[in-house]
């Protein structure tokens, strides 16, 4: 789930590693043309690059990529699939490249799609089965253009496909500057490659707003690029109908029936999205659509749920991870849209990739609910309410610790500009990233931490961690942030989920509701990241609680108003209280995962 840019990052590199080099299995010589105009409902045309096989001499299944960034970046996918049997075709999106219209992020891509889909079901090399292809943005248009029903579309493979309102352009409501940085790259027909990726740039822009203490909804001006889209955006700051109209309905779920590969990663920045998409599907559709639709979650991070590796942030995963995704896209399509048989690799519904020491391995479920047997709790306790640093941490038991226990506090003051490690910080997790345990090493008395006994045994976790915590604020709101790592016998540790709440929508995403200070409320943290991981024996569990506030998120300031709105006149220190006492049992839920399942024929 953590990348260092999230949406677009993996499309650009990706764009370039296949203009460096030709792929492997080529395939038969294929033929070309640019410039191609897709008429849509409205006149607009968007242009398009056709490959076909060469020689081609009757009407194939066609496959198309809907793109904001640079469409060319598919051509040596383009030619890699229309040397092995398949009309390829890339496609602007509108106000993109060399598309008319106007680019609308988020908003187009549902009824563009269908009229893409449409048009190429009716031109002579094409045979009427059309599917789609892409991952990020693009798979986020595929899910768009499903909703829509055209009726020639026979499938579709969303890959790392970010949810609008769910984990894009906010992740539980809390945005993140990045927003902004996204909004650059796609301003104007072209992409803003160079200065999308300059890192320091960003890093001073988001560090002055960040340390000027400035609203953020200032920031868009700030860096230099003032941007309407970004204003609209600020104005939906939570889950409503707007959000919803981004994505397929409850009855739109329901009628969705086409064969459907969903692919994403444990470290996906937007696996929150994805696995969304693939749970209302499952929610609503016919017993005949989810039967259809596949479910792979590898140990990878946004680019590698496109080009799949076998390490990520320090971590070595084995090579079984580092799939041939192009590979089995291919055998994907040649079976739903040629009847070739069902791709090897897909052996149940749901696949999944347990990592731990050494080489990792694939396993296999019915669903994504069958993946885990049972939730393990452990229960948050302290001695003398002292549970504020690494090194003199609150611990984690099997069963409730029973007697009157003073509360854990930590201080939360958003004036503070001292480094510490967000969630968004962990999206840019780097080369040894999810090893790095310095950013809570530096935050003593500004964070809780408890520890586990170590395991006595190898112990395997998959699915969602979740943590049901009784906490008490003296103030209106506040944002919160939990990392779990594992923690080796040696001292190295490993992140494994996490998870952030703005309090006011402790109760629903949908509905915000300011906190009475001093009330104490259970606090559910249940919008983990999904894992799979073995912990070792020996090893313990590190369970970190502490604030939000870092260069990379919106930053809130307390008041209780519009965050967007806030600045530090508005800034109000908070202190927050973690009760573990008999009648306020915190606990950490483990997903203890389902013993290794037998493949189906």
């Not at 699915?463 to 709101?477: C, N, V």
């Amino acid at each position: 789930m953590f990348v260092r840019f999230a949406l677009a990052w993996a499309l650009l590199v990706w764009s370039l590693a296949s203009a460096a080099a030709p792929a492997a299995d080529a395939g038969s010589p294929v033929d070309f043309r640019w410039g191609v105009k897709i008429p849509l409902r409205d006149g607009v045309k968007l242009n398009a690059t056709l490959y076909r096989p060469q020689g081609q001499k009757e009407p194939l299944p066609c496959i198309f990529t809907l793109d904001p960034y640079v469409a060319q970046g598919f051509h040596e996918p383009a030619k890699y699939f229309a040397g092995h049997g398949y009309v390829f075709v890339t496609v602007d999106a509108r106000g993109r490249g060399n598309s008319a219209g106007e680019f609308t992020p988020l908003l187009q891509e549902a009824k563009d799609g269908h009229d893409v889909v449409e048009w190429l079901a009716a031109q002579d090399y094409c045979n009427g089965k059309i599917a789609m292809h892409g991952g990020s943005y693009l798979g986020y248009a595929q899910w768009a253009t499903a909703k829509e029903f055209p009726p020639h579309l026979s499938a579709i493979v969303p890959v790392a496909s970010p949810r609008p309102g769910v984990d894009f352009p906010m992740h539980n409501n809390i945005t993140s500057p990045y927003v902004i940085q996204w909004l650059t790259l796609t301003s104007g027909r072209d992409v803003q490659f160079n200065l999308y990726v300059d890192r320091g740039f960003w890093d001073g822009q988001f560090g002055k707003w960040y340390l000027q203490h400035r609203p953020f909804r200032e920031i868009d001006t700030l860096v230099g690029n003032p941007s309407p889209i970004l204003q609209t955006w600020l104005a939906h700051p939570y889950l409503d109908a707007f959000w919803d109209s981004h994505a397929p309905t409850t009855a739109q779920f329901a009628k969705i029936d086409l064969p459907i590969l969903t692919i994403t990663g444990q470290y996906d920045a937007d696996q929150l999205g994805a696995l969304s998409y693939y749970r209302d599907h499952q929610a609503q559709a016919t017993l005949q659509a989810r039967a259809r639709h596949y479910l792979i979650i590898g140990p990878w991070d946004h680019f590698g749920s496109q080009m799949p590796t076998a390490q990520y942030g320090g971590v070595r995963f084995g090579q079984a991870a580092a799939i041939d995704l192009q590979r089995l896209h291919r055998d994907w399509y040649d079976w739903t849209l040629k009847g070739a048989p069902r791709p090897e690799f897909l052996k149940n519904k749901v696949a999944y990739y347990m990592v731990g020491e050494g080489d990792g391995e694939w396993r296999y479920a019915d669903s994504l609910a069958a993946i885990t047997a049972q939730p393990r709790a452990l229960y948050l306790a302290s001695a003398n309410g002292r549970a504020d640093d690494v090194l003199a941490s609150g611990s984690l038991h099997a069963a409730p610790v029973r007697g009157a226990a003073q509360p854990d506090r930590f201080v939360s003051d958003p004036l503070d500009t001292r480094p510490f490690v967000s969630i968004r910080d962990a999206y840019r997790a780097g080369d040894h990233g999810l090893l790095d345990q310095s950013g809570l090493l530096d935050a003593a008395g500004r964070i809780l931490v408890y520890h586990s006994e170590p395991f006595a045994e190898d112990t395997e976790l998959a699915g969602f961690i979740k943590l049901s915590a009784w906490l008490a604020l003296d103030q209106r709101d506040t944002d919160l942030s939990v990392f779990v790592y594992e923690m080796k016998s040696d001292g190295r540790s490993m992140l494994l989920a996490f998870d952030v709440m703005r309090a006011r929508y402790r109760k629903s995403l949908r509905e915000p509701a300011l906190v009475q200070p001093g009330a104490i409320e259970r606090y559910d943290f249940d919008h983990f990241n999904f894992i799979a991981r073995r912990i070792a024996k020996s090893s313990r569990l590190r369970l970190v609680v502490g604030p939000v506030n870092s260069r990379n998120m919106e930053k809130n300031y307390n008041a209780g108003g519009a965050v967007t709105e806030e600045s530090a006149k508005d800034a109000r220190t908070v202190t927050i209280k973690l009760y573990h006492d008999d009648a306020h049992p915190s606990a950490l839920y483990l997903p203890i995962a389902q013993a290794p399942a037998k493949a189906k024929p």
